[in-house]
C-alpha cells in the first residue's frame, strides 16, 4: 500500500487541535487539583480523558505518517526523540531542582534517596514510581508533582512499535491487522474494567489505562491515515457512524466503536474546515501538556486566588501559557531538524 497524499496533508488543524486537546486537560485538572466547587462546571462540559484519547488519535495518524515518510529508521527515531524529550527532560529536572524551595524539609534532606528515584522514575518515563517529591505539596489535595506525565510514557511505547507495526502491516496486510489490534485492545480495556469493579482494585484500572487498552485510538487514527482515499469519498457515511455511535452510546454503551468515532470526529475537524497555519507560531501545546501540573500546584501551595476561584483558573491559565510559550522558544524549537515543517511555517512567516 502506497502512503495516501492529499493537500489536508499539508493544510490542516492537527496544530488547533492538540492546543485545544491540551487547554482541556489543563483546564480539568486546575478544577481537580484545587477542589473548588465554583469550577466544577469544569469536567461537567469538558472532559480531559476524551482529550487525551483525542491526543492519542492524532499520534496514530501524524506518527505512522512521520515514520513513512522516514528516509530510514534512525531518522524516525531522531524526529521522536528530538520532538519530544529536550522539553521532557526540561520540566522534570525543573521540578527535582526548583521544587526544593518550596518543600518542608531542609535541602540536606530534600536532595535523597527518595529525590534520586524521582529523577531516574520520571526520566525514564516510568514516573508511576515515584510521583512525589521529597516534603513537596503535602498540604495540597495531590502530592503529584505532575501527574499529566503519565500519558507521555504511553505515547514513548507507542512511537516504540510504530516501526514493528508497520513491517506487519506490508507483510500481512493492513486492514485486518488494523481491525485485529484494534479489537484486542478494546477486548482489554473492557476485560480490566470489569475486573477493577469486582475486585473494587485500581490496580486494573490503572492496568487498563497502559497501552494495550489505548492502542484502539492509536490505530484509529493509523487506519484513517492509510486509508485517507476512502475517508474522504466516503466521508458523510463515515461522520454518520460517529454521529449515531455517539448519539447511541449515551443510552446503551458501545465501547467496541467508541473509538473508532471519536478518530473520525477528531480527524474530520483536523483535515476539513481549515482555519488557518497556525504553525507559523510554533507549537505550544506540548509545553502546556507538560508545564501545567507542576504550575497549577504551586499556586494551590502558596493560597494565591483561593478566595476567588475563577480568578485562580485565569492565572492558572495564563502561566501556562506563558510557560508554554516560553518552552517552544527556549528549548523544544531548538532542537527540531530544518526539514520540521514549524521551522518552514516560521520562516515563510517571517519568523
Known amino acids: 500500500m502506497q502512503p495516501p497524499s492529499s493537500p489536508r496533508l499539508t493544510e490542516n488543524n492537527f496544530d488547533l487541535l492538540r492546543l485545544l486537546f491540551a487547554g482541556t486537560v489543563c483546564l480539568v485538572h486546575a478544577y481537580e487539583l484545587s477542589g473548588f466547587s465554583d469550577l466544577a462546571v469544569i469536567s461537567q462540559v469538558l472532559s480531559s480523558g476524551m482529550a487525551v484519547k483525542g491526543f492519542f488519535v492524532l499520534s496514530g495518524f501524524l506518527i505512522f505518517m512521520s515514520f513513512e515518510r522516514s528516509t530510514s529508521l534512525s531518522s524516525y527515531a531522531m524526529k521522536r526523540i528530538r520532538r519530544i524529550y529536550p522539553a521532557y527532560f526540561t520540566v522534570v529536572m525543573l521540578c527535582a531542582v526548583g521544587m526544593v524551595a518550596v518543600s518542608s524539609l531542609s535541602a540536606a534532606e530534600y536532595f535523597s534517596g527518595i529525590w534520586v528515584r524521582y529523577v531516574l522514575a520520571n526520566l525514564t518515563f516510568m514516573n508511576f514510581f515515584q510521583h512525589a517529591l521529597p516534603g513537596v505539596f503535602e498540604n495540597n489535595r495531590l502530592t503529584a508533582v505532575n501527574g499529566a506525565l503519565w500519558s507521555i510514557k504511553i505515547e514513548v511505547m507507542f ?28 477486548l482489554y480495556a473492557e476485560i480490566m474494567t470489569n475486573m477493577a469493579e469486582r475486585s473494587g482494585s485500581q490496580l486494573y484500572a490503572e492496568l487498563g489505562r497502559q497501552l494495550p487498552g489505548q492502542l484502539s485510538y492509536f490505530m484509529s487514527g493509523a487506519f484513517l491515515y492509510y486509508f485517507l482515499p476512502l475517508f474522504e469519498r466516503r466521508l458523510k457515511y463515515f461522520l454518520a457512524f460517529s454521529v449515531a455511535v455517539f448519539v447511541t452510546n449515551r443510552y ?34 506540548y509545553g502546556a501538556y507538560i ?30 501559557a506563558a510557560g508554554a510559550i516560553a518552552m517552544w522558544h527556549l528549548v523544544e524549537k531548538r532542537f527540531l531538524f530544518r526539514s520540521s515543517h514549524y521551522i518552514a511555517a516560521t520562516a515563510e512567516a517571517g519568523g
Do not use: E
Open 159 to 186: 512511537y516504540l512499535v510504530v516501526p514493528m507495526f508497520v513491517f506487519l502491516f506490508r507483510k500481512f496486510g493492513y486492514l485486518w491487522l488494523l481491525v485485529l489490534t484494534y479489537c484486542a485492545s478494546v
Open 252 to 285: 446503551f454503551p458501545l465501547p467496541m466503536f467508541v473509538p473508532f468515532a471519536l478518530a473520525i470526529a477528531v480527524i474530520f475537524f483536523s483535515l476539513f474546515l481549515y482555519v488557518g497555519n497556525l504553525g507559523k507560531y510554533g507549537d505550544f501545546s
Open 291 to 320: 508545564l501545567h501540573c507542576p504550575l497549577i500546584q504551586l499556586l494551590i501551595h502558596f493560597g494565591w486566588f483561593s478566595d476567588s476561584p475563577w480568578l485562580f483558573l485565569a492565572s492558572a491559565t495564563v502561566i501556562t
